[in-house]
């Protein structure tokens, strides 16, 4: 059973999250604040932290500068009531691995939990595996039906990160930002010129299919489960 850490100044909101996470299978943990979160942090396992922005004491800025200083890399799920880009950009800048705004659907709270402990398996283990297929991030390899493919590291990584998060949509300048950085000049159509790479190399693959969305990006789709 995972443990999910809810820290959250609000005590309504902080029994909410709890039951709706525990009635979905999980174990919560709750803390008023970022200095509580951290003492509990000291004496139990976390799988996952869920955090509200605004606390007492220590909020959930400074709580998650403090947990990557110290560095854990366990997946952090920002709760806030502020939703402008400059929060949100701070927010993900201090570490946080996703955001959510109020007022907040738990149903969709549980699914983002369960994506990120899913990214996070990935992350520590450094494999996809989709049917047949398996992506091994620290030998840049793809093996379909056992035939094992060296791919050049910019191709594998644009596969990787799109089979990380199957179904999601992800623009050119987003794809650009992650694979080539921030600051590089290399054009968009660079993308455009590694999908079709992909595509061609595989295929024959009946594991998954990259698609393009058209006047938006591209994304990975399983075709098996």
Known sequence: MFNILVVEDNPDMRELFCTVLSDSGYQCIPAADGLEALEIMDKEYIDLIVADIMMPGMDGYELTKAVREAKYDLPILMVTAKDQFDDMQKGFRAGTDDYMIKPINVKELVLRVEAL??????????????GDTVLDYDALTVTVHGQETILPQKEFYLLYKLLSYPNKIFTRPQLMDEIWGMFSETDERTVNTHINRLRDRFSDCTDFEIVTVRGLGYKAV???E
């Open 117 to 130: 402990l899913r990214r996070a398996k990935i992350q520590s283990e450094k494999k996809i595996t989709v």
């Open 222 to 224: 399983k075709k098996v």
